[in-house]
């Protein structure tokens, strides 16, 4: 049965609805189609038209940019444990003014407390503190963790959104 806002609703063809739809672990999108007919076997439901164009839709504070860099840090949970005293490695998946996804042969779990160093020829952000909010293991040993940065100074948030614009105005000229 279709419901708007807790009432039943009859969308007759030619009604110009939008539809939205989560994919897990991809996003979630919107397309604006028409109702083609109405179907009453063997349940309620509306048939609509093929879609124009299926927008993906970004949900995030940050626009997340696909890109590797190597990157250090060290798991700071208890600074008096010994892994505080480590210093890992490992790369950039993807990068945010808010966080990023890293992979590497350390193992990681929820609730970590990462300083992380971002040491590339284009970008210098030294002891930024993040949370693991994700782990996933990879089969080749590695791990990969999604971390939100956490008290991030603005001067370092905006450096990263900066980098972030400047990589895609890059990859832009490259294309043409």
Same mark, same amino acid.
């Given at each position: ?6 009432e ?14 989560g ?26 038209? /093929? ?13 997340r940019l ?17 892994r ?10 993807n990068i ?10 350390e ?34 040993n ?9 008290d991030?100074?603005?001067?370092? %948030? %905006?450096?990263i959104?900066r980098?972030? /614009? ?8 490259? %294309?043409?």
């Amino acid at each position: 049965m279709l419901q708007a806002s807790g009432e039943q609703i009859y969308l007759s063809p030619g009604t110009l609805v939008t539809v939205g739809f989560g994919v897990p672990d991809k996003g979630y999108y919107t397309f604006d189609t028409t109702v083609i007919e109405q179907v009453l076997l063997p349940a309620p439901a509306v048939r609509l038209a /093929y879609p124009q164009q299926i927008r993906r839709i970004q949900q995030r504070q940050h626009y997340r940019l696909s890109l590797q860099l190597p990157i250090s840090f060290r798991v700071v949970n208890d600074l008096e444990s010994h892994r505080s005293f480590i210093t890992c490695t490992g790369y950039t998946l993807n990068i945010s003014g808010g966080g990023l996804q890293l992979v590497t042969r350390e193992p990681l779990v929820y609730g970590d407390w990462l300083e992380i160093d971002i040491c590339s020829s284009s970008l210098q952000q030294i002891g930024l503190m993040a949370r693991v909010l994700r782990v996933s293991d990879n089969l080749d040993n590695t791990c990969q963790a999604s971390v939100q940065f956490h008290d991030i100074k603005r001067q370092d %948030e %905006e450096a990263i959104i900066r980098f972030i /614009y400047q990589e895609q105005a890059r990859r832009r000229r490259l %294309e043409m």
